[in-house]
């Protein structure tokens, strides 16, 4: 969507004639394949100076894999939603579009504390991959600066594809731990389905909650009929519906509407997740590359004909808190960490229908509004 736009809409075009030209590289499931692909992107870069900037990758363990490979050749790189807080600082060619772990952390506790008053809150999460480690750490350090209850923490390995002995341990967990919460850090949506799966649809359990990130929105957008959806709580950096509730009466940019057209132009999937209708994964891409092509604007504009890669390096740091974008997700600013600054988040729920529902957000969404980042928007579950 960002390269037609750039490419066809004279409004949002480069100057100069210039096009935007994307090359999709796939990594595969294994996270070390990661630094393969980024040696061969540096290669390219070397001998074709277009490519400039790199937009990905999707997870916290295969960006800490090849953040320091691209950085040595002073590729800047734009990641859309990966949270862990071991890549704050990892180079000064990293720049994220969704909040780390410790920032988020703090709305997750705070919903928790105030809407579900949990007394019993077990965390599932792998200590050996980054993003689950950074945010159970973050919930459990939130937990205790607000002096609330700590929770239980029980283990389990991301990379473990044996279902049936995370449900023999999650069968475990509720006997013995008893729990009327359960916060599952993960990205991958198996293991989500597994949890549920292995929760058993009685009365004992008819109140358990599971609180999930984005492997929690992938879940429930696949509009199929699973155990337990209306369980689910979701942590979100995106979601279609926010603008309704948080822009003031402001429309929506044309970004939803051209989605619509192109992935459903005959209207057959009316309000479906991938067709009409753009998740929050989508949207979260969508700005990182609209970043990109905004600092090879200010590159341009600055008198750099053809931005090399540390001309958007510089670009991208300009994006601040005096010269923000605005994003499809929200206002778009970073500071000189590469972290966004006071960036939009949220939390979702399942309602009865399998609908999801915004139920709380902090941030700052509209760039020149009055903003307190501080401030928690709640809204009722039904």
Not at 307 to 319: A, E, F, G, V, Y
Request: net charge neutral; with cysteine; charged share 20%.
């Amino acid at each position: 969507m960002a390269q037609r736009e750039c490419n066809e809409d004279p409004q949002q075009s480069l100057s100069g004639g210039k096009m935007l030209r994307l090359l999709i590289a796939k990594s595969g499931s294994r996270p070390e394949r990661s630094k393969d692909i980024a040696q061969q992107i540096v290669r390219a870069a070397t001998s074709d100076g277009t490519i400039v900037g790199v937009q990905g990758w999707t997870t916290s363990q295969t960006t800490l894999e090849v953040v320091d490979i691209l950085a040595a050749a002073h590729l800047p790189i734009v990641a859309s939603d990966t949270a862990s807080d071991e890549l704050t600082r990892k180079s000064p060619y990293f720049f994220r579009i969704g909040t780390p772990s410790s920032v988020y952390a703090s709305l997750i506790a705070k919903y928790i504390e105030k809407n579900l008053a949990s007394q019993r809150l077990v965390i599932f999460r792998d200590p050996k991959e980054p993003y689950s480690l950074s945010l159970s750490d973050a919930l459990v350090n939130q937990f205790a600066d607000d002096r609330y209850q700590r929770p239980i923490i029980r283990g389990f390995t991301t990379a473990d594809k044996d279902n049936a002995g995370f449900a023999q341990q999650v069968q475990k967990v509720l006997t013995t731990d008893k729990p009327n919460l359960i916060y599952i850090a993960t990205n991958d949506v198996n293991h989500v389905t597994a949890l549920l799966n292995a929760i058993p649809p009685t009365q004992e359990y008819a109140d358990l909650k599971v609180f999930a990130g984005g492997a929690g929105y992938e879940l429930v957008q696949a509009e199929t009929s699973f155990t337990g959806y209306t369980r689910m709580i979701i942590s979100s950096s995106a979601f279609p519906d926010e603008w309704s509730l948080v822009a003031s009466g402001k429309p929506q940019p044309p970004f939803f509407q051209d989605y619509a057209v192109a992935y459903d132009p005959l209207s057959q999937h009316f309000g479906s997740y991938t067709y009409s209708r753009a998740n929050g994964a989508v949207m979260m891409d969508y700005d990182a590359v609209r970043v990109l092509l905004e600092a090879s604007k200010i590159a341009i504009q600055a008198g750099k004909q053809n931005p090399t890669h540390n001309d958007i390096k510089n670009s991208l740091s300009q994006i601040n808190a005096l010269r923000p974008f605005q994003g499809i997700t929200g206002a778009i600013k970073f500071g000189s960490d590469g972290n966004p600054i006071d960036k939009g988040r949220l939390i979702l729920r399942v309602v009865d229908g399998g609908f999801l529902k915004v139920v709380a957000y902090q941030g700052c969404f509209l760039v020149g509004s009055p903003c307190d980042n501080e401030n928690i928007q709640f809204w009722p579950a039904q």
